[in-house]
């Protein structure tokens, strides 16, 4: 049985994902949690409508989680089918069970105007876990609370 708390953290490249990742790369750092990256692919991806960037977002997420103080030890990188909404929430149930999400603001398909994207919002309105959104423009350098 892994005691270990696990926090998801969701991550597409974006600039609101790369300091959702750091905050929570620094977090799990900071109290030993296992970290698990993850980055959804839909039908478009796998049809082969959009470009394939799951081998360089995996190469960038774990280079940003172990610069940012993640144990490399403990950071996983999970590629799940579907809406990252979706995605993310079959991370906070059995078997996976995560004890925190962690996401950027807005993704990268952001609305100007908007403060939040509709994975962020929809995460906040449906998770039984904690729900953590790393507000746009976050300073990089700022700690993680513990």
């Known amino acids: 049985m892994n005691t270990r708390p696990t926090i998801v953290v969701g991550y597409d490249g974006?600039?609101?994902s790369t300091a959702a990742l750091r905050w929570a790369a620094r977090l799990s750092g900071t109290i030993g949690a296992r970290l698990r990256i993850v980055h959804?692919?839909?039908?478009?991806?796998?049809?082969?409508?959009?470009?394939?960037h799951v081998t360089?977002?995996?190469e960038t997420a774990l280079q940003l989680a172990i610069g940012a103080g993640g144990d490399p030890g403990q950071i996983e990188w999970t590629v799940v089918d579907?809406?990252?909404?979706?995605?993310?929430?079959?991370?906070?149930?059995p078997p996976e069970s995560a004890d925190l999400v962690v996401v950027g603001s807005r993704?990268?398909?952001?609305?100007?105007?908007?403060?939040?994207?509709?994975?962020?919002l929809e995460l906040a309105e449906r998770s039984t876990i904690p729900?953590?959104?790393?507000?746009?423009?976050?300073?990089?350098?700022?700690p993680a609370p513990v």
Request: proline share 5%; net charge negative.
């Open 14 to 16: 974006s600039v609101d």
């Open 40 to 52: 959804a692919v839909g039908l478009l991806e796998h049809a082969g409508l959009l470009p394939d």
């Open 56 to 58: 360089a977002h995996r």
């Open 82 to 93: 579907g809406d990252p909404c979706s995605a993310m929430l079959r991370m906070t149930v």
């Open 107 to 120: 993704g990268s398909d952001a609305h100007g105007g908007s403060l939040l994207g509709s994975t962020s």
């Open 131 to 142: 729900v953590t959104i790393v507000p746009s423009g976050r300073d990089e350098e700022d």
